[in-house]
């Protein structure tokens, strides 16, 4: 049974720069800050916003096209790797284990907004607990197929991660690629998120 993060990590810093711009959307941030924020160093921060500016998506650090900013994002993300099983009863599970996690596509979709029907609850957990999450997962859990997906990727898809009912889920603008990335009745979902967190800015 194995569950890592991606060994590829040159794109995390794009990621994380277009994470804190569409988190911080309306907000005026300069390029140190959003560096600082994505933890990234200033001069590639300042590079790669400027390469957005360039296409019209930012002015400075403001977002004028949130909707191709988050195709952007789909565009170079690093694919979380995951593992899928079946657990009785998983959100009990993961309120009571006490180790870090973000729930996110249907589960997280569906505490925000509600559209979706809750088919599968996916999260993220920290690269440091992976071990502790397969012990769980073999005590409680079965291999293959199942309504859970556990994923590892990079710390920063904790950033700005909410509490809604007692559960932890990451960040609207993770939540929006992931279910992007998700497809099929998820894009509607996402769609309207990013007309409500986006207000204004979508044709």
């Known amino acids: 049974m194995l569950l890592e993060k991606p060994d590829r990590e040159r794109g ?15 907000e005026e941030l300069t390029k140190y800050r959003v560096a600082k924020l994505a933890d990234a160093s ?8 400027d390469q957005l500016e360039e296409r019209g998506l930012l002015n400075g650090t ?6 191709e900013l ?13 593992l899928q099983v079946s657990i009785q009863q998983s959100l009990e599970l993961i309120r009571e284990s006490d180790l870090e996690y973000g729930l996110t ?17 996916d999260f993220y957990v920290a690269s440091s607990e992976i071990s502790d999450w397969l012990q769980i997962v073999e005590e409680k859990g079965l291999l293959g197929g199942g309504n859970t997906r556990l994923r590892a990727t990079d710390e920063h898809v ?19 690629v ?3 990335d998700e497809g099929g009745p998820c894009t509607e979902a996402a769609e309207n998120l990013i007309e409500s967190f986006h207000s204004g800015k979508v044709d």
């Not at 995390?12 to 309306?26: A, K, M, P, S, Y």
């Not at 403001?62 to 909707?67: A, C, D, H, T």
């Not at 596509?105 to 609850?121: D, K």
């Not at 904790?158 to 929006?176: A, E, H, K, R």
Request: glycine share 4%; no cysteine; aromatic share 12%.
């Open 12 to 26: 995390f810093t794009r990621e994380r720069i277009l994470r804190v711009l569409l988190n911080h959307d309306g």
């Open 42 to 49: 200033e001069p590639w921060t300042r590079q790669y916003t």
């Open 105 to 121: 596509t249907y589960q997280a979709e569906n505490l925000h907004q509600g559209l979706l029907f809750v088919s599968t609850v």
């Open 158 to 176: 904790f950033y700005n991660s909410q509490d809604l009912n007692g559960l932890s889920t990451v960040s609207v603008p993770q939540l929006i």
């Open 70 to 82: 988050y195709e952007e994002w789909q565009s170079i993300r690093i694919k979380p790797n995951q």
């Open 62 to 67: 403001e977002v004028l096209k949130p909707r």
């Open 178 to 180: 992931d279910l992007l």
